[in-house]
């Protein structure tokens, strides 16, 4: 991994868009089935969209039915976690390694061979093809 990115809150908002900004930033959450990047289901690498680290792997990508991007495994050292005790309940959530950005959630309810569900807001991805 490199090193980490360190943008002060002005830098990030003139590099993000204003939904961009929102998720990674600010923790928010896009509106289900808005991305066309759930129903994409090419070869490639799907990285953060503040600072271009890959994060997953079009290989462990699965559709959830959720309308986000879900995958069952990140890239290895790609994310980190934190606990989310936002909305009344208690989430685990997925941030980029290098820049700290919001990407979305881990659940326990996914497919083998991890039993994973990493639910992503698509605004806080870009997809490079193979």
């Given amino acids: 991994m490199s090193d980490k990115i360190v943008k002060s809150d002005a830098e990030w908002k003139a590099a993000l868009s204003p939904e961009a900004y929102r998720v990674l930033r600010q923790h928010g959450t896009e509106r289900a089935g808005t991305s066309p990047l759930d129903k994409t289901y090419t070869s490639g690498t799907y990285a953060c969209a503040g600072c271009g680290t890959p994060v997953f792997?079009?290989?462990?990508?699965?559709n959830s039915?959720?309308?986000w991007p879900s995958f069952y495994a990140p890239m290895d050292g790609a994310i980190g976690t934190s606990v989310d005790?936002?909305?009344?309940?208690v989430r685990t959530e997925v941030h980029c390694a290098r820049c700290d950005g919001h990407l979305g959630h881990v659940f326990e309810d996914?497919?083998?061979?991890?039993?994973?569900?990493?639910?992503?807001?698509?605004?806080?991805l870009k997809?490079?093809?193979a």
């Fill in 65 to 67: 039915r959720t309308g």
């Fill in 110 to 124: 996914g497919p083998k061979p991890t039993g994973l569900r990493y639910c992503i807001n698509g605004v806080a």
């Fill in 57 to 62: 792997d079009a290989e462990t990508k699965f």
């Fill in 127 to 129: 997809f490079d093809p």
């Fill in 85 to 89: 005790s936002s909305f009344f309940s």
